[in-house]
Structures are given as C-alpha cells and as structure tokens.
C-alpha cells in the first residue's frame, strides 16, 4: 500500500494528504545546499563536450524549482508509463495552493462548481469527493515543447499537451487544493483524466495515520472507491 503524502499551508503542520500512483517520481523543489554543491563539483568534472549540455540541464532544473515554488506548488512529480505503441508516455503532476484572499474557500469552490454545471461545453464539470465538493477541468493546448529551436529558427519548439485540474478544499482549509496532470500523449487523455481523477479522490484533511480514521478511509470492497484506491498500491 502507498503511503499519504502530507503537505502544509501556512502553518507547520500538515493541512492535507493523499496518495501517489504507481510511476511517478517526485522532483526535490527544496534541495540541499550541500546536494547543489556536489551537483556543482560533477559538472565541473566533466569533460568540456558534456559539460555546456549538463549545465543546461542544472540550470532548467534550478529555473522550473525556482518557479514551481513561486507559483505555491507543494509538489511536483514526473510520471512515465508504457504507452499502447510500445513507448514510454510521460506526464507531469503538480499539487499546489491557491490563496483566496479573506474568502470562504469552500464558497469559492461552490460557485465555480456551480460555474461547471452551466457551463458544460468549456471543459468543466462538478466532483464529489470523498473529501468535499470539487470541479475538474480539462483542456487541450498548445505550448512550449521541451529541445532545440528547429533548424534556422530562433523560436522555441511547439506541441500539443493535454491539461487535467482538480479543485478542492476542506472544512477549516483557508486555501483551494489545486490537483494539475499534464502530458504531451493527448491520445492518452481518457487515461490521465482517470489517474487525475483517482488522486483527487484519495486527498484527505484528517490525518490517515490517526487509529480513529483508519476504518473510515478504507472503502467498502468491491466499490468504485476500492478499484480506484487499487491503483495506488
């Protein structure tokens, strides 16, 4: 079985939890100095032909930290799986914090539900979660693929990825839980929708490691609660 990721607000102590599906690994946003240092010291070793595109590498991973911890992100995962063309299908999942400035988070939430329901054709629809009322968008775009320009061109590359959010928030949670999968395999999109889905509905704002909530969070064998929590190990 996996285990409950916790996750803080503004407060020390940890506000939310949920579980992590199998193939996805979580990127350190808050490494240590001693890490980046001996990350530092291997790319000075290495020889001059290797050492311009590792330096590249180190200094998108420090721009994309710098940027997921300025944008509230609590945690960022990258996931790959086999895809049906004997492939490896990546994506990206982010969890992060959305600050409702003085409102009621959960009215917040309502309304944009509410939105969802009115509103079906632009991609969103309600969620009941275990956890509480939430909405799920979705949407295809076009954005900045990662490689080089193409050939005579100084324009970063473009491609077509498919986007997943989930919004949710609990009783005494001041913030909106924003639950985001993004991948390029947009003919994967049925599939990440339903892992996106299976995570949204394994967030919880009582402690699972408390003997009183332990019985409560397991679900009843044999229902759709259970099939989705299978997929967590």
Not at 43 to 56: F, H, K, Q, V, Y
């Amino acid at each position: 079985m996996s285990e409950f990721v916790a996750e803080t607000l503004s407060e020390q102590e940890p506000a939310f939890w949920y579980l992590i599906p199998h193939g996805y690994l979580q990127l350190d946003l808050n490494p240590p100095v001693e890490q980046v240092e001996a990350l530092i010291l291997q790319l000075l070793s290495l020889p001059d032909e290797m050492r311009d595109r590792a330096e590249e590498v180190l200094r998108f991973y420090a721009g994309v930290v710098t940027s997921l911890n300025a944008n509230r992100v609590q945690a960022c995962l990258v996931g790959s799986h086999p895809d049906d063309a004997g492939g490896i299908a990546f994506s990206v999942l982010t969890i992060s914090t959305l600050p409702t400035s003085g409102a009621n988070a959960k009215l917040v939430i309502a309304s944009l539900a509410g939105t969802a329901v009115n509103n079906p054709d632009e991609g969103m629809r309600p969620l009941e979660l275990p956890c509480g009322t939430g909405f799920l968008a979705e949407k295809k775009l076009c954005t900045t693929a990662p490689g080089r320009p193409p050939e005579g061109s100084d324009q970063p590359p473009q491609g077509l990825v498919w986007q997943g959010t989930v919004a949710v928030t609990g009783t005494g949670t001041p913030d909106i839980i924003m639950i985001q999968l993004v991948t390029a395999s947009v003919e994967l999109a049925d599939v990440y929708r339903g892992i996106l889905l299976g995570i949204a509905h394994t967030v919880t704002f009582t402690d699972p490691s408390l003997p009183q909530t332990r019985s409560s969070r397991d679900p009843e064998p044999g229902s759709a609660a259970a099939s989705i929590r299978s997929d967590f190990g």
